[in-house]
């Protein structure tokens, strides 16, 4: 599942291309992706101006200049596809994932093609994406983002916020930050990275945080989130960039995926273990996680 910094790379390649152009087509080849798509939904899209790209947790959010907006969410297998007017060259794949079913083009469920002749063309194996269509003035009271947290970068997260958020919560400190109601957008890979590098164990329970803990835990989410949107995310599935490049922050784990063997701290003569948290692999270094 795409986590924040992939979304984050698909909103900055989309953003590029799309925002300040009118949608002058729009092809929808299938009535639904994991939900149906919105009534009239060709007809609600076709000659509006996108005003601007933005991202709310792990949703893209389409502004359209008619005060409604796209939410769009990739699920497991969705990615934009874009073609640049002029182009001979094959699209670029914003979000690729190696697992697809049969013929690719078989899954090229919704084509946008724009006013400057740029062409966006979501695809979906697997259709656990959808959209929704929302007016922007009451967008944060749709059902899909009413209740989400904070993004990590808000000035309400700080260390003195999440230990008072934390307190009495006997929930595993992993399940705590997965929770979208507490800060939004962090998923589980980046979550993995994030306690290694506050040294905090995935299945301590949050209400033990005290305040220096939370503060470092929050540098560390950052810092983790930063450093792989630098790298243009991961590509545990073939994630691409924009520029059709792969990410490269797998390569940059420090525990994820790192089962057996040793720590990456210099210091730390421990050995990175896996275990199952709330149907997720967590992975961590029992020795100098605490």
């Not at 049969?102 to 724009?114: A, Q, R, S």
Request: glycine content about 8%.
């Amino acid at each position: 599942m795409p986590e924040l910094p992939e979304v984050e790379t698909v909103r900055r390649g989309l953003a590029r291309a799309l925002a300040g152009a009118v949608i002058d087509k729009v092809e929808a080849r299938r009535p639904d992706l994991r939900f149906p798509l919105p009534k009239n939904f060709v007809q609600r899209l076709s000659g509006t101006r996108i005003d601007d790209l933005d991202r709310r947790g792990k949703y893209l959010l389409w502004h359209l200049d008619r005060g409604e907006t796209l939410i769009a969410h990739l699920g497991m297998s969705g990615r934009f596809l874009l073609t640049m007017p002029g182009s001979t060259s094959p699209p670029q794949d914003l979000a690729a994932f190696a697992q697809s079913i049969g013929p690719e083009e078989k899954h090229d469920h919704v084509v946008f093609t724009l006013s400057t002749g740029a062409v966006a063309t979501y695809r979906d194996p697997r259709r656990f994406g959808f959209m929704h269509l929302q007016p922007t003035a009451s967008l944060f009271d749709s059902p899909l983002l009413a209740g989400m947290g904070p993004e990590p970068w808000s000035n309400v997260v700080h260390g003195d916020w999440l230990c008072n958020l934390a307190q009495g919560r006997a929930a595993p400190l992993k399940n705590f930050l997965l929770d979208q109601r507490i800060i939004a957008g962090l998923g589980n890979i980046y979550v993995c990275e994030a306690l290694f590098a506050a040294r905090l164990h995935p299945f301590r329970a949050a209400g033990t945080l005290d305040r220096a803990a939370a503060a470092d835990l929050i540098q560390a989410i950052r810092a983790v989130l930063e450093a792989a949107i630098a790298a243009g995310g991961s590509s545990l599935r073939d994630f691409a960039a924009a520029n059709g490049e792969l990410g490269y922050f797998q390569h940059r784990f420090q525990v994820y995926d790192r089962q057996g063997q040793a720590c990456a701290r210099g210091d730390c003569a421990g050995i990175v273990a896996r275990a199952v948290q709330a149907g997720r692999s967590s992975f961590f270094c029992p020795q100098c996680q605490s």
